[in-house]
């Protein structure tokens, strides 16, 4: 198998690469940042909401649903895992 360069005299300079890609970045800052919001602040926004309606309208005995991972009912009794394991009804 063998490469082959297009043009052998040229180099890959990556402070160009590295500048030119964060000017694409600072120049479009706006649609970034909304980007960002989007796909991170509300769906965050969101489930923090649904965790404080669930602490009050459906509240786990001794734990809080803000630090739930995992959810199954079991026994017909609502079950909340945490990640080291740890469960309570």
Do not use: C
Request: net charge positive; no cysteine.
């Amino acid at each position: 198998m063998s490469v082959s360069v297009a043009d052998p005299g040229k180099s890959l300079d990556i402070g160009k690469v590295l500048n030119d890609g964060l000017g694409v970045v600072a120049r479009n800052f706006g649609p970034f940042f909304l980007l960002a919001l989007l796909l991170e602040g509300i769906p965050s926004a969101v489930i923090a909401y649904a965790r404080n309606f669930l602490d009050q309208a459906a509240p786990l005995n001794g734990a809080s649903h803000k630090h739930a991972a995992i959810y199954a009912v079991k026994n017909g009794a609502l079950q909340a895992r945490w990640i080291p394991g740890s469960a309570t009804r």
